[in-house]
């Protein structure tokens, strides 16, 4: 299995970007799909999560209302829309796949992940 991460960058703040996690070697659609964060010196956390069709979406408050994630299985790829970004959104973003998280905001619920993209904020 493999999750490939990409699409991150410097940003000044009020700026967007687009992060893509390209999976193979799994069924795609079998899994929930989650987006996490680690900012330096901090502990990894929660940034959005999407189920196996895409109906229901979840995000972390810090992000609600300017972060998308969407998914198109047909190409097995989860999208995070991250836009108005702040300096504070300065990590790196990891996406993971889970086949049947009990908690979608847990990282230990998600047994795939791939190697992270940086996202950068100036202010």
């Known amino acids: 299995v493999q999750l490939q991460a990409y699409g991150g960058g410097l940003v000044q703040a009020g700026g967007s970007l687009r992060l893509s996690c390209a999976a193979s070697?799994?069924?795609?659609?079998?899994?929930?799909m989650g987006w996490f964060r680690q900012a330096p010196g901090k502990e990894r956390e929660f940034v959005a999560a999407?189920?196996?069709?895409?109906?229901?979406?979840y995000y972390a408050d810090s992000v609600k209302g300017r972060f998308t994630v969407s998914r198109d299985n047909a190409k097995n790829t989860v999208y995070l829309q991250a836009n108005s970004l702040k300096p504070e959104d300065t990590a790196v973003y990891y996406c993971a796949a889970g086949a049947s998280p009990r908690d979608y905001s847990r990282d230990d619920e998600y047994g795939y992940w791939g190697q992270g993209t940086l996202v950068t904020v100036s202010s």
């Open positions: 070697g799994l069924t795609f659609s079998r899994h929930f």
């Open positions: 999407i189920s196996w069709s895409g109906g229901r979406t």
